[in-house]
């Protein structure tokens, strides 16, 4: 068995204690975490003031993650408007067709409603989690998002307010992406 030489595999281990209170980085990067939280809350602020008129606030609730992961990874590939909007559509037409198809079911079966919407609920995150690997669009508030059509009321008008909303998200950050920096 051959051993390898000193000088290969043995660069020296910075360990760092698993009990720290702030990222490593924010000592030298201050300004830039709080101007990007402050971008973050701003256009999170924008995107709820449209959709105020939404009554349906756990669908838009997954806006929120995607504004984590937007402003918190700008330059990272599961920041890219095909992860957001593509994650979206994935995610809203996954949740939308067997939110539909629960609701014909409560009509015409002998299930208990609430336990065809569970179920229908777990289906949609599944072919949300498939179409979203299969066609590289994978993004997980959106993932949660097929959840919240099927277990929660909507209609059209919030289908359309929440795909306005991820693409307000991902339009901002795409202006001012050359001033962001990944903070994770």
């Known amino acids: 068995m051959t051993q390898l030489p000193k000088s290969i595999g043995t660069a020296p281990v910075k360990r ?3 009990w720290r ?3 490593a980085q924010f000592r030298d990067h ?3 975490y709080v101007k990007q939280t402050a971008m973050a809350t701003v256009s999170m602020l924008a995107v709820l003031l449209l959709l105020d008129l939404v009554d349906q606030t756990v669908l838009i609730a997954s806006l929120g993650a995607s504004t984590f992961i937007v402003f918190s990874m700008p330059h990272m590939k599961r920041s890219r408007p095909r ?3 593509g994650g979206y559509v ?3 037409l996954a949740g939308c067709s067997l939110s539909l198809l629960a609701e014909f079911l409560d009509t015409y079966a002998f299930a208990d409603p609430r336990l065809v919407h569970v179920i229908f609920a777990a289906l949609a ?3 949300a989690f498939f179409v979203m690997v299969v066609t590289d669009t994978e993004h997980p508030p959106a993932a949660a998002l097929a959840l919240g059509f099927v277990l929660n009321e909507w209609n059209l008008f919030a289908l359309l307010v929440v795909m306005c909303g991820i693409v307000l998200i991902t339009a901002i950050k795409e202006l001012i992406k ?3 920096r990944d903070l994770i």
Do not use: P, W
């Open 21 to 23: 209170l702030f990222d």
């Open 83 to 85: 992860y957001l909007v």
């Open 125 to 127: 995150l599944g072919i």
């Open 178 to 180: 050359s001033r962001l």
């Open 90 to 92: 994935v995610g809203a």
């Open 16 to 18: 760092q204690s698993g």
């Open 30 to 32: 201050r300004a830039a």
